[in-house]
């Protein structure tokens, strides 16, 4: 409604915290879905999604029968699950929220998920994934983490992959039953990180991480995939200096072919377009020989006058 839309935004946001607070929900989502990029709205609307989960998080948790794990995040039954699920889409998505000052409002004894998320969003990637592979043992999260921040030209977010393997190599120490299972399942999430992305990490890197008993067999894939990239990088350098060379030649006769002919501007010598002498002014040449003076010359592909 226009009579709503042009009320101001910050004080209606006000008396709708002091007075419903679950009508600020719909409101703040309904002026961001119209594109308002303000950050104290996606604040106010993150932080209301965050302290109405907590509560409903805490009814859900003291009717959870004992000895059964809770829903994953996002999947939990009934409002729960279905407001968690918009906070977590919210933080993936909306690029307008300040995640260091949100970072704090989060405990540190639940929201795992989402805690993860912020820290991706402030550069703090060994910290995301170690969440993502210590806390909720979530390989395909914290892969996607690194798919979503792999940036090679920019610093920190250029050894994404190189954090998750050292995570993977280095789980935390425990001394039940599960640990050599454990063990093999995170060698094996080793082999696929170095076989599908050996060139998002600094092989140098790679090799001081690994254990110097891993066998030559278990990561020949990604030996033949580094030595792969590399030979194509120099087959495509050597074309590329084959090209400009090519180019450098082409520019070269050109320029020979340009400065071979000579032109005299005599004192008399006057400008086929204006008819005044050019004297000491700028000119210029047309192919056909034609010579004019600089500012006379409109259209450098056309001759004005018949040689």
């Known amino acids: ?10 004080k209606v946001l006000v008396y709708l915290e002091k007075t419903c607070r679950d009508l600020a929900i719909p409101y703040l989502e ?37 000895g059964q794990p809770p829903a994953k995040a996002g999947k939990e039954p009934g409002d729960l699950g279905e407001l968690r699920g918009k906070l977590l889409t919210f933080m993936e998505t909306s690029a307008f929220y300040e995640a260091n000052r949100m970072f704090v409002r989060f405990p540190i004894d639940g929201f795992f998920e989402e805690r993860a998320i912020l820290l991706g969003k402030i550069g703090r990637h060994e910290q995301a994934l170690s969440i993502y592979v210590h806390v909720l043992k979530d390989f395909r999260k914290a892969e996607q983490h690194c798919k979503n921040y792999f940036n090679k030209h920019k610093e920190g977010d250029c050894d994404v992959y190189l954090y998750l393997l050292k995570l993977y190599l280095n789980p935390p120490e425990s001394n039940d039953q599960l640990d050599d299972s454990a063990s093999d399942q995170n060698m094996a999430a080793v082999l696929g990180l170095l076989e599908q992305h050996a060139n998002e990490m600094d092989t140098i890197k790679v090799l001081e991480a690994i254990p110097s008993h891993t066998r030559i067999k278990d990561i020949l894939v990604f030996l033949e995939n580094v030595l792969e990239a590399k030979a194509s990088g120099k087959r495509r350098a050597q074309l590329q200096k084959a090209l400009h060379y090519q180019e450098n030649l082409l520019v070269q006769e050109m320029r020979i072919y340009y400065q071979k002919s000579k032109y005299v501007i005599a004192d008399e010598k006057m400008c086929r377009v204006c008819k005044k002498r050019i004297g000491q002014s700028a000119f210029a040449i047309y192919p056909n020989g034609v010579i004019v003076h600089y500012y006379c010359c409109k259209d450098r592909t056309v001759c004005p006058v018949e040689p």
């Open 30 to 66: 309904h002026i961001i879905e119209c594109g308002n990029q303000l950050p104290q709205f996606h604040n106010s609307l993150l932080n209301l999604y965050k302290e109405k989960v907590q509560t409903e998080m805490a009814d859900y948790l003291q009717q959870l029968p004992e």
């Open 1 to 10: 409604m226009p009579e709503v839309d042009s009320l101001p935004k910050d």
